[in-house]
């Protein structure tokens, strides 16, 4: 293998949004063009996945939109959720249980408020060999001093809690974004590890505010934050890997126009922009990218491959690996459903998705 070549085995995304309706039928198969070939599935639908049922009827739907993707499974944590519903989805391939704090991301209204009364959903999926996938943020509370910028911080108690309470249960601290996080889930036993997302890998504070398509929770935090972000990746650590957070919106959504949301009074109310940032259709050669930039090259295969599918159970086919060359590339700076026409459909009806690093350029593609 030459420089210009690099061959790594079959890579996993160990935290995908997918979706549902058109833009889930946009976005699936954007998940093999991006080289990977396992998707683990955040289940923050509208309503949120809760049952059993509901996951494998996701699972089974999105396996029919990008049939080379092995696609796998979550539940929404929520006070409905039972034990009994824990062994079930266990039983029939369900791998994990997502928790939202109520209300600090996209769709989490329905999220929880109290680690202890769901002792004994932990419990089951302990028992059943389940992860548990913690969104790791508390609320924002000017009384008690809680803003995005220490939310993660200040949510590290809930996890060193729990694992304390379940030592044996498998946790991931989603989406880490503080050297407090990294050092946090370093300290903590074999069974807590942490997904780390490409760009929080290249963004600070600077490069969202006022830029709504870098602007994600959690929030990319201080340069010292990237820093141990970047320390951990370029050291290999066995407990920390690639989980994306692609999260497509409609553009739209990310860029509402004074024009859209129609009179001055709509816009003064209904002004945000959503959280979430895409990546799944250039995530590897994203990754090789970045990694490259910081001297973690040498770690690539760790961090997309190895170090999640150990964690996770979830072994490489024998052979089955993905090879990236050294060429640049330019990001697109649109997707738009097939459904739409390029040229003569109106703009604004049109499915649109704006990538991260968009119109940038990227120094890896992935071979064919
Ligand atoms: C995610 C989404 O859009 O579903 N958004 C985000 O900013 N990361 C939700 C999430 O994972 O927090
Ligand atoms: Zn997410």
Same mark, same amino acid.
């Given at each position: 293998?030459?420089?210009?070549? *690099?061959?790594?085995?079959?890579?996993?995304?160990?935290?995908?949004?997918? =979706?549902?309706?058109?833009?889930? +039928?946009?976005?699936?198969?954007?998940?093999?063009?991006?080289?990977?070939?396992?998707?683990?599935?955040?289940?923050? *639908?509208?309503?949120?996945?809760?049952? %059993?049922?509901?996951?494998?009827?996701?699972?089974?739907?999105? @396996?029919?939109?990008?049939?080379?993707?092995?696609?796998?499974?979550?539940?929404?944590?929520?006070?409905?959720?039972?034990?009994?519903?824990? !062994?079930?989805?266990?039983?029939?391939?369900?791998?994990?249980?997502?928790?939202?704090?109520?209300?600090?991301?996209?769709?989490?209204?329905?999220?929880?408020? /109290? #680690?202890?009364? #769901?002792?004994?959903?932990?419990?089951?999926?302990?028992?059943?060999?389940?992860?548990?996938?913690?969104?790791?943020?508390?609320?924002?509370?000017?009384?008690?001093?809680?803003?995005?910028?220490?939310?993660?911080?200040?949510?590290?108690?809930?996890?060193?809690?729990?694992?304390?309470?379940? &030592?044996?249960?498998?946790?991931?601290?989603?989406?880490?974004?503080?050297?407090?996080?990294? /050092?946090?889930?370093?300290?903590?036993? +074999?069974?807590?590890?942490?997904?780390?997302?490409?760009?929080?890998?290249?963004?600070?504070?600077?490069?969202?505010?006022?830029?709504?398509?870098?602007?994600?929770?959690?929030?990319?935090?201080? &340069?010292?934050?990237?820093?141990?972000?970047?320390?951990?990746?370029?050291?290999?650590?066995? =407990?920390?890997?690639?989980?994306? /957070?692609?999260?497509?919106?409609? *553009?739209?959504?990310?860029?509402?126009?004074?024009?859209?949301?129609?009179? %001055?009074?709509?816009?003064?109310?209904?002004?945000?922009?959503?959280?979430?940032?895409?990546?799944?259709?250039?995530?590897?050669?994203?990754?090789?990218?970045?990694?490259?930039?910081?001297?973690?090259?040498? !770690?690539?295969?760790?961090?997309?491959?190895?170090?999640?599918?150990?964690? #996770?159970?979830?072994?490489?086919?024998?052979?089955?690996?993905?090879?990236?060359?050294?060429?640049?590339? @330019?990001?697109?700076?649109? #997707?738009?459903?097939?459904?739409?026409?390029?040229?003569? /459909?109106?703009?604004?009806?049109?499915? @649109?998705?704006?990538?991260?690093? %968009?119109?940038?350029?990227?120094?890896?593609? *992935?071979? @064919?």
């Amino acid at each position: 293998m030459g420089n210009d070549t *690099l061959t790594i085995p079959s890579p996993a995304d160990f935290h995908v949004h997918l =979706r549902q309706g058109e833009m889930s +039928e946009l976005v699936a198969p954007h998940v093999a063009e991006g080289g990977i070939d396992l998707a683990y599935v955040m289940p923050n *639908l509208v309503p949120p996945i809760t049952s %059993a049922d509901q996951a494998n009827a996701y699972i089974q739907r999105l @396996q029919e939109l990008a049939p080379k993707t092995k696609f796998l499974g979550t539940l929404y944590l929520h006070p409905e959720l039972t034990p009994e519903e824990i !062994q079930r989805a266990a039983a029939s391939g369900v791998r994990g249980v997502k928790s939202y704090p109520r209300g600090v991301t996209t769709n989490s209204d329905s999220g929880i408020e /109290d #680690y202890e009364m #769901y002792y004994p959903v932990f419990e089951a999926m302990q028992k059943n060999n389940m992860v548990l996938n913690l969104h790791g943020e508390v609320p924002s509370d000017e009384e008690k001093g809680i803003c995005v910028l220490n939310a993660e911080s200040r949510f590290l108690s809930h996890l060193e809690k729990i694992h304390q309470n379940f &030592p044996k249960l498998r946790i991931v601290l989603e989406h880490a974004t503080t050297r407090a996080a990294v /050092d946090c889930v370093r300290r903590l036993g +074999e069974t807590v590890a942490c997904t780390i997302t490409p760009h929080h890998l290249d963004l600070i504070v600077d490069d969202w505010a006022g830029r709504p398509i870098n602007f994600c929770k959690p929030v990319a935090k201080l &340069p010292d934050d990237r820093a141990a972000l970047r320390e951990i990746i370029r050291e290999g650590h066995p =407990r920390f890997f690639l989980g994306s /957070d692609s999260a497509p919106h409609p *553009l739209a959504n990310k860029y509402p126009s004074a024009s859209s949301l129609g009179s %001055a009074e709509a816009l003064v109310h209904n002004c945000g922009c959503a959280a979430g940032i895409y990546t799944s259709p250039i995530l590897l050669p994203l990754c090789a990218t970045l990694l490259e930039s910081f001297g973690a090259l040498d !770690q690539l295969s760790k961090y997309v491959s190895e170090n999640g599918r150990r964690f #996770y159970q979830e072994p490489a086919a024998n052979g089955k690996t993905v090879t990236l060359r050294r060429v640049n590339q @330019q990001v697109p700076c649109v #997707y738009v459903h097939p459904s739409y026409s390029a040229s003569s /459909d109106d703009d604004s009806k049109k499915l @649109q998705i704006v990538p991260f690093f %968009a119109g940038k350029t990227l120094t890896w593609e *992935l071979e @064919q």
